[in-house]
């Protein structure tokens, strides 16, 4: 379930998706299997190839790439997920969420 973001921020980040562009997606979560953690990044690409390649660049197992319909998309937890919106340089995310 996901929490804290726009309507227009989760329309942009499927468009972006389904263009084949690599999108970020940061929002709250809550998952019993993960204490701890309340935040998600989703980096989503319809483009498969390059969202493996994506994976491949950041050490990231393609293997958990999860495959839905339009959206397929590899969740970022933790600090990899820190790590990783750090070299994107995607600032707000990070400060808008406490990461």
């Not at 389904?18 to 980096?43: N, S």
């Not at 197992?61 to 790590?83: S, T, V």
């Not at 750090?86 to 990070?94: H, N, P, V």
Request: hydrophobic share 35%; aromatic share 16%.
């Amino acid at each position: 379930m996901a929490f804290g973001i726009a309507r227009r921020e989760l329309n942009a980040w499927k468009e972006k998706v389904a263009r084949g562009e690599i999108a970020y997606l940061t929002h709250y979560w809550y998952e019993p299997r993960f204490p701890g953690i309340k935040t998600v990044t989703k980096v989503g690409c319809s483009d498969l190839e390059r969202l493996r390649s994506w994976c491949a660049e950041h050490g990231l197992n393609p293997d958990y790439i999860h495959y839905r319909a339009e959206f397929p998309h590899y969740d970022l937890i933790g600090a990899k997920q820190k790590e990783i919106l750090y070299q994107e340089r995607l600032w707000e995310q990070m400060e808008r969420f406490g990461i």
